[in-house]
């Protein structure tokens, strides 16, 4: 119901907001520690094609255990008790804590929708929201990454609101060598690369 009002006070946005403004990142890693394990891989290259100025990432206790806060921007939080409602929703504390700190693009890495980060993402005001592509989401997130197989695919499946990825034959944008293997979070990360690269260069 949260996510179903607050969609008439959405502001317009466009993409190309991130050349423009300083970007602080909100990044909500799995609740699954193994896939949080996957997905924190990417963080320093996300971090950085964005050059985010600030970073929080959010995750269940196991799943922050996988992000090295090494780079001094980042900080992590973990979902504990103290960051929750008994009834899942998340708490005053965490959501002034980030409202506070101005996280201008929300970044979900959940594969599937989970109602925490989703409501996390909504309250903190972040104007770009972004996760993977699923149709329980829609309300939440106002940018769903679709990945798909190959170009055909990208020409008939690709909804209006989604960035579809690039094709497994496509050559890997300069600066992902760190990010292996062809995972969803992989396959994210380079969706942002491709639209987070200066004007004069290619891109989707």
């Given at each position: 119901?949260?996510?179903?009002?607050?969609?008439?006070?959405?502001?317009?946005?466009?993409?190309?907001?991130?050349?423009?403004?300083?970007?602080?990142?909100?990044?909500?890693?799995?609740?699954?520690?193994?896939?949080?394990?996957?997905?924190?891989?990417?963080?320093?290259?996300?971090?950085?094609?964005?050059?985010?100025?600030?970073?929080?990432?959010?995750?269940?206790?196991?799943?922050?255990?996988?992000?090295?806060?090494?780079?001094?921007?980042?900080?992590?939080?973990?979902?504990?008790?103290?960051?929750?409602?008994?009834?899942?929703?998340?708490?005053?504390?965490?959501?002034?804590?980030?409202?506070?700190?101005?996280?201008?693009?929300?970044?979900?890495?959940?594969?599937?929708?989970?109602?925490?980060?989703?409501?996390?993402?909504?309250?903190?005001?972040a104007r770009?929201?972004?996760?993977?592509?699923?149709?329980?989401?829609?309300?939440?997130?106002?940018?769903?990454?679709?990945?798909?197989?190959?170009?055909?695919?990208?020409?008939?499946?690709?909804?209006?609101?989604?960035?579809?990825?690039?094709?497994r034959s496509?050559p890997t944008?300069?600066?992902?060598?760190?990010?292996?293997?062809?995972?969803?979070?992989?396959?994210?990360?380079?969706?942002?690369?491709?639209?987070?690269?200066?004007?004069?260069?290619?891109?989707?």
């Amino acid at each position: 119901m949260y996510a179903w009002w607050g969609r008439f006070g959405d502001a317009s946005f466009n993409l190309s907001e991130i050349h423009r403004r300083p970007v602080r990142l909100l990044i909500c890693l799995p609740s699954s520690p193994e896939e949080a394990r996957k997905a924190a891989e990417i963080i320093p290259e996300l971090v950085a094609c964005l050059d985010a100025e600030v970073v929080f990432v959010v995750g269940e206790p196991r799943s922050v255990e996988f992000c090295d806060p090494a780079d001094a921007r980042i900080t992590v939080v973990p979902l504990d008790r103290s960051a929750r409602w008994w009834f899942g929703l998340p708490s005053f504390g965490i959501v002034d804590r980030l409202t506070e700190a101005g996280l201008n693009l929300a970044v979900d890495l959940n594969p599937s929708a989970e109602l925490l980060p989703a409501v996390l993402c909504r309250r903190i005001g972040a104007r770009i929201r972004l996760c993977l592509d699923d149709p329980q989401r829609g309300s939440v997130f106002n940018v769903r990454v679709l990945l798909v197989e190959n170009h055909d695919e990208e020409g008939n499946g690709a909804e209006q609101g989604t960035a579809p990825a690039p094709a497994r034959s496509d050559p890997t944008p300069a600066g992902t060598a760190g990010s292996s293997g062809d995972s969803p979070y992989a396959r994210m990360l380079r969706v942002v690369q491709a639209v987070a690269r200066p004007a004069s260069e290619p891109r989707i």
